[in-house]
């Protein structure tokens, strides 16, 4: 059922190209509800890639942005259950517009206030779910054995869960990892490439998060803009381990490489 | 009425580097309430500069600790309701107190929250209201149809708003941009310079206030202290451009060129 | 009393190199309650090291959390009212556990909140208190005469103090200054090296505190992960500080150089 894998040619295919010109042609406003950890990189990725992002978390506040933003990003990260109820309004509210939306269940599994959070959002059926191998396998009811931000379980072994809670959704679902993997349940993508270095910066897998809300936001079909961004960032991580001898030179030279990906090709 | 433009010259004025030197020897505690998203950058501009930052934000140590800054800086940014409390002890006490504090209205406008506290705020007169074109001509009355972040307006569309602004609070009005200006009502003085590659970068914006900040904690006067942190801004982020590629490499060259500026001239 | 200075030679001990490994191998799973403005760097520091950070601060998420990692940190930085809480239940959770936690009391000494809260963590008997020279004044009941981050006193003033804060818990307690001490009330040891540039890159001095407990989750004793953390900053600071112009080079340098660290020696 895999595809051959993508993303893995020297050069991005055209269409990840398009997809890049599109969104830098659009600004998608890009709504982040997420771990503090993890802001200003995801920040730093959406301004990179073209989009526009705004970190707006107040629950009194949703109500009103929701509607004004091309994409919503959910990431569990550093949950408070202040921020878990503007999750819940934000989630349903997007559904309801139809508002694309991303869902990321970080360290979902050990911990029960996220998991029951996370039971609730899948349900509100998010455009694309994203999580490592352990979060994935969480999700789909199985044990993960994950130690929250960790992957301590192959990509590869939670490809039917993921599956699996495509078909819960309807929708997209991404597993991270050395090589990731979209799938909608029907279809199966692999997308390898990137460099072990991205998983020295904290923030990493949520700005790739990020990254698939911009093209959520350009007005991407769901699969194709989880694959484009995970493409994107596999080409722009390669780059950047090429040039970095540790994850400091490497965060600045991603940020770098993905404000130049397109440019002069 | 706009005087010619400030800190076009291929090096700072010599006020601009008298200001500098004050401040890195009076090393100014910065105080910030502030976008969480922003949090670091603006930290580490204080320091770039020679000031001294603390992000102290707990309605209980308000009180305590306002009295013990040279300077206040309220950013509306990521704004939550127990901040919001916050922000209105703070401006009312740095009123009262007569220290010097700078308010950045961002993403005024759109959500009715920040918008009446922006309005309670601006009451309180602060020495300086830093913001772009949307934010000015929301604050000042006007529909600035702003994305939040993103100005959509070109700064010279809101120099009517932000005098009338700067009449209404008796101080100074700062309005960003690809130049930026500064008013008092009375003068008007743009300062040209920086680098697109500045709003790449997420909190640059929010930064601009806390450098403002640091030049009012060293005891300039207001509107030299607005002029100043635009111009080392201009100046820096114009170094910074020559040398960067990307959005990465600018950030750290921008605080590098920050805390060169000045050195061995 | 003092020990001959650690950490002076060009190349570091190899026990230093022993410690590094050993974290590599283990991942030490590092649990930070901390400074919403240092965490981002805390956690690429651990991650640097060879550790996992985790940034879980629900009240709601400490019970199921702390037993699963491997080392806390505290750190008072931006505190607010439910994080106080969060703390104090993970503080006396890691205690009755006997989870090894290192204790940071940021700006304590002019802020009742965090003045009151530091007592009582104390009281808890922390495996290490880490803080600069007013800091460990003021918990040693002296007046620090601290401006929160700044530490406007020398580390060597602080030397005695330091001696009774370990004393009063019965482990050891590290001054932080241009040259870092450590000490079990019987024992002192001095880590020079470092670079000026490491005090104009906010939140180093936390990071530390991360680093020191990496090594406490890497099951060292606390004296040696103590020296350990020291030891390895000065190393990478003074590298990083040999390459950079500036703070914004060399925050990324230092990470490059803490992860390089031990690697081809």
Known sequence: MPLPPYGAARRPEPEILQALARARKLVPLVHCLTASVARELMANVVLALGGSPAMIAADEEIEQFVPLADALVINLGSLSSAGAQSMRRAAALASSLRKPWLFD?????ALSLRTELARDLLALRPDIVKGNASEILALAGEDGKGRCADATVEAELALEAAGRVAGRTGRVTMVTGATDY????????????GHPLMSRVTGTGCALGAAAAVFLGAGLPLFRAAVTASAVFAFAGAKAGEEARGPGGFAAAFLDQLYLLGEGS
Do not use: I, Q
């Open 105 to 109: 269940p970080a360290a979902v599994g």
């Open 182 to 193: 979209v799938t909608d349940g029907l279809r199966l993508m692999s997308v390898p490439g």
